[in-house]
T-cell receptor
Framework: EAGVTQFPSHSVIEKGQTVTLRCDPI?????LYWYRRVMGKEIKFLLH????????ESGMPNNRFLAERTGGTYSTLKVQPAELEDSGVYFCASSHLTSGASLDTQYFGPGTRLTVL | AQKVTQAQTEISVVEKEDVTLDCVYE???????LFWYKQPPSGELVFLIRRNSFDEQNEISGRYSWNFQKSTSSFNFTITASQVVDSAVYFC??????????WGAGTKLIIKP
């Protein structure tokens, strides 16, 4: 079974440009999460999809960030326009089942390292 | 407040030594899950273990063992007879009631040959 994949692995852009990150979850996983780690800080939650719906986007830093998950399969995270403080590693994770009875494990992709110059 | 503290920023030991990575958590939830993930130099986050708040039994998996103590809000991770391949950053995390993982800062473990 293929794991979570992310593309690109590394992106270098200039301030003001737009970047789109992609995440393909494990097949059959309804839950998809985005996290990021900026330099010197802890990994922080950004948002959570259940299928194509945004379950929780409380961690999104501002309206320059837009996440989508059309059709409930892969997800994209767009940063427009990018700022210097957006530099960091963006991780995607997926899990199979989330309910009151069973909280499943989140499996992570390799991350996308974003550098904004 | 929900918080995970990994006070050890970096640990360096010689191969075959035992090493313990500390994790202390704070949560207002009565039901919660704790996790350990490993981040090798390649960068991906690799799931190691999940423990729920109802189960305080210690767990052993090969050279890895975990000690969960609710009384001290700790979930420590021990590697026995460490190997160079164990070198990585190790993260402790708490799953909150909104299904968000709350992460510690990570401990960088260096195993010298």
């Amino acid at each position: 079974e293929a794991g979570v994949t992310q593309f690109p692995s590394h992106s270098v852009i200039e301030k003001g440009q737009t970047v789109t990150l992609r995440c393909d979850p494990i097949s059959g996983h309804d839950n998809l999460y985005w996290y990021r780690r900026v330099m010197g800080k802890e990994i922080k939650f950004l948002l959570h999809f259940v299928k194509e719906s945004k379950q929780d986007e409380s961690g999104m830093p501002n309206n320059r960030f837009l996440a989508e998950r059309t059709g409930g399969t892969y997800s994209t995270l767009k940063v427009q326009p990018a700022e210097l403080e957006d530099s960091g590693v963006y991780f995607c994770a997926s899990s199979h089942l989330t309910s009151g009875a069973s909280l499943d494990t989140q499996y992570f992709g390799p991350g996308t390292r974003l550098t904004v110059l | 407040a929900q918080k995970v503290t990994q006070a050890q920023t970096e640990i360096s030991v010689v191969e075959k030594e035992d090493v313990t990575l500390d994790c202390v958590y704070e949560t207002r939830d009565t039901t919660y899950y704790l996790f350990w993930y490993k981040q090798p130099p390649s960068g991906e986050l690799v799931f190691l273990i999940r423990r729920n708040s109802f189960d305080e039994q210690n767990e052993i998996s090969g050279r890895y063992s975990w000690n969960f103590q609710k009384s001290t809000s700790s979930f420590n991770f021990t590697i026995t007879a460490s190997q160079v391949v164990d070198s990585a950053v190790y993260f402790c995390a708490l799953l909150d009631s909104n299904y968000q993982l709350i992460w510690g800062a990570g401990t960088k473990l260096i195993i010298k040959p």
